[in-house]
């Protein structure tokens, strides 16, 4: 398999999750992991960031797909796969380009940056 398929796999698996944290058959309990998957997926900061070399890049090929893993393990598999079908839907039309998206990352975000700034300037 190569590099290229891998990214556009883990690309599907995170589609699949978000479909799995919006459909009403997940189980509570998957959903709450596959949101800290979204979050850690669309989230500009990483837990080990991009610039350190070799461990920056490392991070989203290690923990991402191990979210991904436990989410896949605690939803039914009939389920799971029914997800897989949605999410090639969804990218068959081309990247999709719903930007809103963004913009509770972007308040969490701004709200932590603003509490760090009051903290360090109190």
């Known amino acids: ?3 290229k398929s891998r990214v556009k796999n883990l690309q599907n698996k995170v589609t699949q999750v978000y479909i799995a944290l919006i459909s009403k058959t997940t189980p509570w309990y998957a959903k709450v992991v596959a949101s800290i998957v979204i979050i850690y997926a669309l989230s ?3 837990l080990i960031p991009d610039f350190i070399p070799v461990l920056g890049l490392l991070d989203d090929l290690i923990i991402l797909p ?3 893993y436990i989410v896949i393990k605690l939803i039914p598999v009939d389920i799971w796969d ?6 090639k839907l969804i ?3 081309g990247k999709p380009k719903r930007w809103y998206y963004a913009i509770p990352f972007a308040i969490i975000w701004i709200i932590l940056f603003t509490l ?3 903290l360090i300037l109190k």
């Open 91 to 93: 990218w068959s039309e």
């Open 116 to 118: 760090f700034l009051y």
């Open 1 to 3: 398999m190569t590099f």
């Open 66 to 68: 191990l979210l991904i």
């Open 44 to 46: 500009p900061i990483d």
């Open 82 to 87: 029914s997800y897989e079908e949605k999410a």
